[in-house]
């Protein structure tokens, strides 16, 4: 029975980030990495630090995939925004290896300003009539990057 509801909520995942636009999967990275960088505190103010090193590098990866898909030619702040991304990722290597709560907390400090206003620039788009399937990152089909 188990296996069966997490095979349907797999599958369920795995469809909502294949259809979703581009400004909804942003969205959905930004929900998934805080809620990760919540749970790594959590986490770490535990002192489990098997749990809170798994929510760290995953976090690491959602960040490592906003600046990638960072297109800087595309807006003047993008520059800005890579290099926010950039003291984060360094800010979660560190709240690891250190286990530092407090670099932890510096980055959701950081992020979730920027989540709120992307939330509210996706909201301000149309909808589209059909949203394009993401095929090129094999983590957004496995649901890797999804939220839940």
Do not use: G, K
């Given at each position: 029975m188990n296996n069966t509801v997490n095979a349907q909520r797999s599958?369920?995942?795995r469809d909502v980030i294949l259809t979703a636009?581009?400004?909804?999967?942003l969205t959905m990275l930004y929900d998934r990495l805080l809620l990760d960088l919540g749970r790594a505190?959590?986490?770490?103010l535990a002192s489990n630090w098997a749990a809170s090193t798994e929510n760290l590098l995953h976090a690491q990866d959602i960040v490592a995939e906003l600046s990638s898909s960072l297109d800087?030619?595309?807006?003047?702040g993008a520059d800005g925004?890579?290099?926010v991304y950039n003291y984060v990722?360094?800010?979660l290597i560190s709240a690891n290896v250190d286990r530092d709560v407090e670099r932890t907390r510096e980055s959701i400090a950081l992020l979730e300003p920027l989540r709120t206003a992307w939330h509210?620039?996706?909201?301000?788009l149309p909808a589209p009539a059909t949203a394009p399937a993401v095929s090129a990152h094999p983590e957004f089909a496995t649901g890797n990057l999804g939220v839940g």
């Open positions: 599958q369920y995942n636009s581009p400004a909804r999967l505190e959590a986490a770490q800087v030619d595309a807006w003047d925004l890579l290099a990722s360094n800010a509210e620039a996706a909201m301000q």
